[in-house]
């Protein structure tokens, strides 16, 4: 196909916290982009994931939540955020994504008000989650944005993602691909497995494991990762290592699984007390 019909162009997923935007990416590029959980600002970094067709490839930049911060560390994921909208040139369509289940609130506007609305797609998620009548409440309440357009889609079920997906790419301008066809997503591999690492403490630890959680690649040499975990109080230190090493063991392995065979993993947990709230420590994890 030649350029002339080709189209191309940045997507970029903004919202609060847990709406569902790693998810919807994850989703619509059919291959795990962004690490997910139930629990809120999970998203710490932009990750970028690459969505191919014959006729188009969309990148979607996944955000951190936009959140009222109280820290070094939410002051720095928010400031991503905002980055990515203030990078207007490289933007060509910004999804505002909310969330079905809940009331539109002070913080949906809030985040609202820093998207030039006129141009933006409002993406409404969790569709499978609420009834019809919040689905609607939500959809009443987002109208008065006067947004480019609506879509109500569900990242789970995958309910309404080819509209939402075939409006996107109507909206992107003619040209090249700018990566490999082959391509899943654009972020540091470093990055990439201290985030798997992260995802699975999320969930093996469940409700125990405060959000105060860092990871980082300390050391890569050949199969070999080292991975530290950075916690603020010694009796976190405690909860991430389990019984007899039993969290961190399952940690690994399901980290592991997800990596090319014969990744050897190393976990390592180190005290940095209050290190989210210093912002020189926030720096240094890589925030």
């Not at 969330?99 to 998620?125: I, K, M, Q």
């Not at 997503?185 to 469940?206: F, H, I, K, P, S």
Request: with cysteine; net charge neutral; hydrophobic share 40%.
């Amino acid at each position: 196909m030649s350029g002339d019909d080709f189209r191309s162009g940045f997507v970029t997923m903004v919202g609060r916290p847990n709406v569902g935007k790693s998810s919807l990416v994850n989703a619509i590029c059919g291959s795990k982009v962004s690490i997910v959980s139930d629990k809120p600002q999970t998203t710490r970094h932009r990750v970028r994931g690459v969505y191919n067709r014959p006729d188009a490839q969309l990148v979607f930049v996944d955000t951190p939540g936009l959140h009222k911060a109280v820290t070094a560390l939410g002051e720095r994921v928010n400031a991503t955020a905002l980055e990515s909208l203030g990078e207007a040139d490289d933007v060509d369509v910004v999804c505002l994504v909310l969330d079905a289940t809940t009331p539109f609130g002070s913080g949906d506007r809030w985040v609202a008000e820093r998207v030039e609305l006129s141009r933006a797609v409002v993406v409404v998620n969790k569709t499978d989650r609420a009834s019809r009548e919040q689905v609607l409440a939500m959809l009443g309440a987002a109208a008065e944005l006067a947004a480019e357009s609506y879509f109500p889609v569900s990242a789970k079920a995958r309910r309404g993602l080819d509209e939402l997906v075939d409006h996107l790419v109507a909206r992107a301008p003619f040209g090249p691909p700018m990566f490999p066809a082959d391509a899943v997503r654009d972020v540091a591999e470093d990055v990439w497995v201290a985030e798997l690492v992260r995802e699975q403490l999320l969930a093996v630890t469940r409700d125990e494991l405060p959000y105060s959680i860092a990871t980082r690649v300390s050391e890569w040499e050949g199969n070999r990762v080292t991975v530290e975990i950075v916690v603020e109080r010694e009796s976190q230190k405690g909860m991430v290592i389990g019984k007899q090493g039993a969290v961190l063991k399952q940690v690994g392995e399901r980290a592991r699984a997800q990596l090319p065979a014969g990744t050897y993993l190393d976990l390592r947990v180190k005290v940095d007390k209050d290190w989210q709230r210093r912002p020189d420590r926030v720096e240094r994890l890589g925030y």
